[in-house]
């Protein structure tokens, strides 16, 4: 069960992630915005694995804070 979720949660995951756009004006390319859906979402999975929420939002929020300046993806505005 738990498996399941992790893998629906990492196809969900990067399905949103084709949704990405360029435009300056999109929500997206915020950072504020990107390190708080990693938080929910790191928490969501973190939930469904058993694992602790908070520690799932701490890397969730890291992970969607640095996504600004990878490299392929948008870069924050």
Avoid: E, H
């Amino acid at each position: 069960m738990r498996k399941s979720i992790l893998l629906l949660a990492t196809v969900a995951a990067f399905g949103l992630a084709g949704c990405v756009s360029n435009n300056p004006n999109s929500p997206t390319n915020n950072a504020a915005v990107r390190t708080i859906g990693g938080a929910a979402a790191g928490a969501v999975i973190a939930d469904a694995t058993g694992g602790s929420k908070t520690k799932g939002a701490l890397v969730g929020a890291l992970i969607g804070g640095v996504s600004c300046g990878l490299p392929g993806l948008p870069q924050c505005y």
